[in-house]
């Protein structure tokens, strides 16, 4: 029998992020676009409430909810709440997957209780993309070279959220580039590592409240007990990482379309044109009931995905349909909800132009819609 209820547990986490969402985030979301500022007050208040860290094994300090779709729940409402925010709060969460997936007792002891501290905000990055090696990881270049028993990194990522600020990275390097994938390996990599050091920041198109930025590796010696899995699983974990990470980012995408949807809404039941409110005319009411409707199967797809992960069954496909359908329905709703808003739209007194603008990294990162649909149409021809 399919049941679409949600337990109490699970309502409850989501009212606690539609709260905040409310409460902290949608009053500081224009002036952090507007001035590209990392909003710390947030970040702080969010932790402190334990939005950063509730997914997290209780064991080390965290909310020990561990179930995706919890996270779907939580990600549609702070992406609601402001998508760039969201992004740098999603950010220490996809830094934390992996060594929750893949870490020994030793490295989980070590490194999760930092990401878990109600009091001290600390953030943590996913260090995987580079210059030349973004949608095809075994171009990667960032080099780990073994040296008695330590690492030595060296080498650059970008487009890394939280990158320079974190206090936690995974990183993603080669130890032997001519093994393609197979060279790849996961370090856990303290901020703090001499060698490590924040490039330049990213002037984004949205998103504006996520720090977005390279990160040099310049000789940095990580010990040997800092590896997460065997020499050459790196790809894997990083496969396995976002197998569980797209659906609730996919869920994001959903937060942001509700959002400009609303207002459109809200927006056609209020201005009246030729006598009566314009949501009544034919050509505006169908954009509505065409946004709505795809909302809702969004929505679906990101649950059904989160099911299946949570489960233990295997679910790239159905993660990559969500996260590629999801991500089209967002910049398709954002947009039509500017059209809907007419001038008003397009100007920044209404919040619709910001959730367009953030809409379109939904369709770019952890994962481009090409490579999405790359990966579901493998599955379809029994390629993986």
């Not at 974190?166 to 032997?176: G, L, N, P, R, S």
Request: with cysteine; charged share 25%; net charge negative.
């Amino acid at each position: 029998m399919i049941d679409f209820s949600l337990p109490d547990d699970a309502r409850a986490l989501r009212d606690l992020a539609h709260r905040f969402a409310v409460e902290e985030m949608r009053p500081r979301a224009a002036q952090c676009d507007e001035s590209e500022s990392f909003p710390w007050d947030v970040v702080h208040r969010a932790a402190a409430v334990g939005l950063t860290a509730y997914a997290l094994p209780e064991a080390h300090g965290g909310g020990g909810i561990t179930d995706v779709l919890s996270r779907c729940l939580v990600d549609e409402e702070l992406f609601w709440g402001c998508a760039g925010m969201a992004t740098a709060l999603g950010g220490t969460l996809l830094a934390a997957t992996p060594i929750v997936l893949a870490g020994t007792p030793e490295q989980q002891a070590a490194f999760l209780p930092r990401l878990c501290d109600p009091d001290h905000a600390r953030l943590g990055a996913f260090a995987l993309t580079e210059p030349d090696a973004g949608s095809d990881p075994s171009r990667m270049t960032t080099r780990a070279t073994r040296d008695g028993s330590d690492y030595v990194l060296s080498g650059t990522k970008c487009f890394i959220t939280n990158g320079g600020l974190a206090d936690v990275y995974v990183v993603f390097a080669t130890v032997e580039p001519r093994a393609g994938l197979r060279g790849i390996t996961a370090f856990i990599v303290d901020g703090a590592t001499p060698g490590v050091t924040g490039g330049r920041q990213e002037r984004k198109l949205g998103i504006r409240a996520s720090h977005t930025a390279m990160v040099h590796f310049q000789d940095a010696r990580i010990p040997d007990t800092c590896r997460l899995g065997a020499e050459g699983e790196g790809f894997r974990i990083a496969m396995r990482t976002l197998d569980h990470s797209r659906a609730s980012v996919a869920a994001g995408a959903v937060g942001i379309a509700r959002a400009a949807y609303e207002v459109a809404r809200d927006y056609a039941g209020e201005r009246r044109q030729f006598g009566r409110p314009i949501g009544e005319f034919q050509g505006i009411g169908f954009m509505l009931a065409d946004m709505h409707t795809a909302i809702d199967a969004a929505r679906l797809l990101c649950w059904r995905a989160a099911w299946l992960a949570d489960r233990g069954l295997p679910c790239a496909k159905e993660s990559a349909m969500a996260k590629a359908f999801a991500a089209d329905v967002a910049m398709r709703v954002t947009t039509d909800a500017v059209q809907v808003l007419g001038g008003y739209g397009y100007s920044r007194e209404y919040p619709v132009e910001k959730w367009m603008r953030d809409a379109k990294v939904m369709q770019i990162y952890e994962g481009t819609a090409q490579i999405q649909r790359v990966v579901i149409a493998r599955h379809l021809a029994g390629v993986v």
